[in-house]
């Protein structure tokens, strides 16, 4: 097949961006993934048999510094739900508690989507509609979170000096039964202003099995970039410099887990010449075993290695983890040792412009897929949502003290203290201090029974 007739090719960004893509998303499967990919990310070496590489590799444990680092970023930012805007039409609010048609929220797609764009640096968003003969009340538009390997092509183009996507290509696995069975079938959608063309592979062929009419005068697919990019669409793991260390610490640990088990067994050594035993029969060894040698001077005796390789390993890993740990809290906390008080607060302040950036850009996406679904039903605009960037990148005891040593000097009114304590996360973001104030001011209500006359 030409490449002129095959939808399933992918654009060059996208093999660009695939092994960086690859990596991460490895470790974000844990340890079991990353021994699924055997050799790629733990090399055998030149003299080390199938058999000793394949027990070497199930020792193996994936410490996950890259995946806690994204868990971090993500549950900062959605610490607090979303708040839809007044704006939003009203006929679309319903909407966003079942955003997906699958129960899910637009908040929990929404942290799904963030958390793909911090793990591969793109996440995508599909705007569907239903069918055409769908029950009227049941069409309406609806979101289909993708993986980035899911947009395998997209490409821009420059209109009335804007730019905006022209066509894009994304591919569907999509498992159907048969009986007792099932099979997975690969399908291509092709997106393009006002039209969609959807083909499934046939073998080694393509079939164009659907073709439709959006009446959109855009492609319903969102892009939330948040890592270096790769030419026009794609895009680079933001957080690559720590999956790189998190594989060398794979790597590093597998070596020192296998030096553990070698060394914690001492190798019997004979000086002077072999002692006789039966053809084929090895040599046993073991408490009740008695060993001789046929010269005199002959001696048994146990080899154990030294403990200076073990120490080296365990330094190294003592190092790659104090990388892991600057690296992965970079954008949330300062860095750890003996840091200046000034450096700390420049790398904080830094890290947290970083991450507000990202929350910032995920705000704007969110607004585009909303515009997006207002327009599959009609609507002029999608309305306005706001999201979490009111957040501190550290809690340290020394700050609380700080904020209670002002309330209590009367440098810092009420307000302003229980707030700082919410935005730190110490009170919840659900906590109402008006409410709060009238429930303290309120006059309290005394029981009958402990009243006594007088």
Excluded: C
Excluded at 369 to 395: C, I, K, P, Y
Excluded at 402 to 418: C, I, M, N, T, V
């Amino acid at each position: 097949m030409t490449d002129l007739l095959d939808p399933g090719r992918p654009s060059a960004e996208y093999l660009e961006a695939l092994p960086r893509w690859a990596m991460v998303r490895a470790l974000m499967g844990g340890t079991l993934a990353m021994r699924a990919s055997g050799e790629r990310y733990l090399p055998r070496y030149e003299a080390e048999d199938r058999e000793a590489y394949r027990t070497r590799l199930a020792r193996a444990v994936l410490l996950p510094a890259f995946e806690e680092a994204v868990r971090d970023i993500s549950s900062r930012v959605f610490s607090r739900p979303l708040v839809l805007g007044e704006d939003l039409p009203r006929r679309m609010l319903p909407w966003m508690e079942d955003a997906d048609l699958l129960g899910n929220a637009l908040h929990v797609i929404a942290e799904r989507w963030f958390a793909e764009a911090v793990t591969t640096g793109l996440g995508w968003m599909q705007v569907e509609m239903p069918a055409p003969d769908t029950p009227e009340h049941l069409r309406r538009p609806y979101l289909i979170p993708l993986a980035a390997e899911d947009v395998i092509a997209a490409y821009p183009e420059r209109v009335d000096g804007r730019w905006r996507m022209a066509h894009a290509r994304v591919r569907h696995r999509v498992t159907e039964r048969g009986g007792f069975g099932e099979r997975q079938r690969e399908y291509i959608q092709v997106l393009e202003p006002g039209r969609s063309e959807t083909w499934v592979r046939d073998g080694d062929d393509w079939l164009s099995v659907d073709e439709t009419e959006t009446g959109l005068d855009l492609v319903p697919l969102v892009s939330l970039r948040l890592g270096a990019p790769i030419g026009a669409l794609a895009a680079r793991p933001p957080l690559e410099g720590l999956a790189h260390l998190n594989v060398a610490h794979w790597q590093s640990a597998s070596d020192q887990r296998n030096i553990l088990t070698l060394g914690r067994f001492a190798m019997l050594a004979l000086s002077g010449p072999a002692p006789e035993s039966a053809e084929g029969v090895p040599l046993e060894v073991g408490p009740k075993t008695f060993l001789h040698s046929p010269e005199t001077g002959a001696s048994w005796y146990y080899v154990e290695p030294a403990g200076t390789a073990i120490q080296a390993g365990e330094r190294d890993l003592d190092r790659l983890e104090a990388q892991m740990t600057r690296l992965a809290m970079e954008p949330l906390v300062s860095r750890p040792g003996t840091a200046t008080a000034t450096a700390a607060a420049i790398a904080s302040s830094r890290a947290h412009s970083t991450v507000k950036a990202w929350a910032l850009s995920l705000r704007d996406a969110l607004e585009q897929v909303l515009l997006v679904m207002g327009r599959w039903a009609g609507e002029a605009s999608g309305g306005s949502v706001d999201v979490n960037t009111d957040f501190t990148d550290q809690r340290e005891a020394a700050d609380l003290d700080a904020l209670a040593h002002a309330r209590d000097g009367g440098d810092l009114s009420r307000e302003a203290y229980l707030g700082e304590l919410q935005r730190r996360g110490v009170l919840s973001w659900a906590y109402d201090a008006q409410a709060d104030a009238e429930r303290i001011a309120a006059p309290a209500i005394r029981s009958p029974e402990v009243e006594t006359s007088s």
